[in-house]
């Protein structure tokens, strides 16, 4: 099987099912909710919505549709070391095609328009995808993909900190935006939060933050106990999912960080919904 190959049965496989750690997330929160569903309208009201999230990953497996109809932007990360015996172009045509091949196999609606302000044509492929390239040790080729509904993308955003605001205006910020969204990225949701770098590195963080497993937090001790209370923060939003007033906003939380000027804090909050769709594929000797 061709690495073209291997993405395309990746994406196709994110566009109908959840991995593991997603649907054990989305079961978490509808036993919350159903545990204060005899006191609670809203959990009760974030229980029916839940349920109505597993019949529909059900119905999307029996029928092999996508799980939700917008199937999103392709973002494409690519972690390619820097011995890695095949070349740049070769990776990009690979990424292309098997871009290619999953919206054919899969009914991926196409939703990509060529320029954003004036015709807005659509592509009619669902493509260009968006490819971040970052260079790492070793001679290994890593490539993440997330599909990427504009739902919840709509709903993120980029802050620019005072720099002695420290740990309480992140999550203020975080807090905030997330309570400026309400329901309309489709929550429960996953939150990827980008600190440090300058802007545009904040949200390419805020991004990255999204492809890691929720069951696994931030290596970095302080980190970690920041996303746990950003997510207990937003938990007391009550906004739940559908945005019908439950416990359960965020399903996760997940922080990264990176270098940044003393003269700045870059925030960026990246939300994605239910449908956190997340393709992985390794290298391994194979052909493009």
């Known amino acids: 099987m061709t690495l073209t190959e291997k993405l395309a049965d990746a994406l196709v496989h994110a566009a109908r099912y959840l991995d593991e750690d997603v649907l054990e997330r989305i079961h978490w929160a509808l036993d919350q909710e159903r545990a204060l569903a005899d006191a609670s309208v809203g959990s009760r009201a974030s229980s029916a919505v839940l349920e109505a999230i597993l019949a529909n990953l059900q119905e999307a497996d029996k029928q092999g549709l996508p799980m939700c109809q917008d199937t999103g932007m392709f973002l494409v990360f690519v972690d390619i070391g820097r011995a890695c015996p095949l070349g740049l172009g070769a990776v990009e045509r690979a990424v292309l095609d098997g871009c290619a091949a999953a919206v054919d196999r899969a009914s991926f609606r196409r939703s990509v328009v060529e320029e954003p302000v004036y015709d807005r044509a659509n592509t009619g492929r ?15 080729l ?3 993909v997330l599909l990427k509904g504009f739902g919840s993308e709509n709903c993120s955003s980029v802050r620019m900190l005072n720099p002695t605001g420290g740990e309480q205006a992140v999550i203020q910020a975080v807090q905030e935006i997330v309570r400026n969204a309400g329901g309309k990225p489709c929550p429960p949701i996953f939150v990827g939060v980008g600190l440090g770098g300058t ?23 302080r980190y970690a106990q920041l996303e746990e209370s950003i997510t207990e923060q937003l938990q007391l939003l009550s906004i739940g999912s559908g945005g019908l007033g439950g416990a359960i906003t965020a399903l996760h939380v997940a922080v990264e960080q990176e270098s940044t000027h003393i003269a700045g804090l870059p925030l960026a909050v990246s939300i994605n919904c239910w449908a956190d769709r997340k393709a992985h594929v390794v290298w391994e000797g194979e052909d493009a």
């Open 142 to 144: 890593e490539i993440q």
């Open 126 to 140: 669902n493509l260009p995808p968006v490819i971040w390239w970052n260079v790492v040790a070793g001679d290994g």
């Open 199 to 221: 802007m545009d590195r904040a949200s390419y963080l805020s991004k990255r933050a999204l492809l890691r497993d929720v069951r696994v937090s931030n290596p970095d001790q």
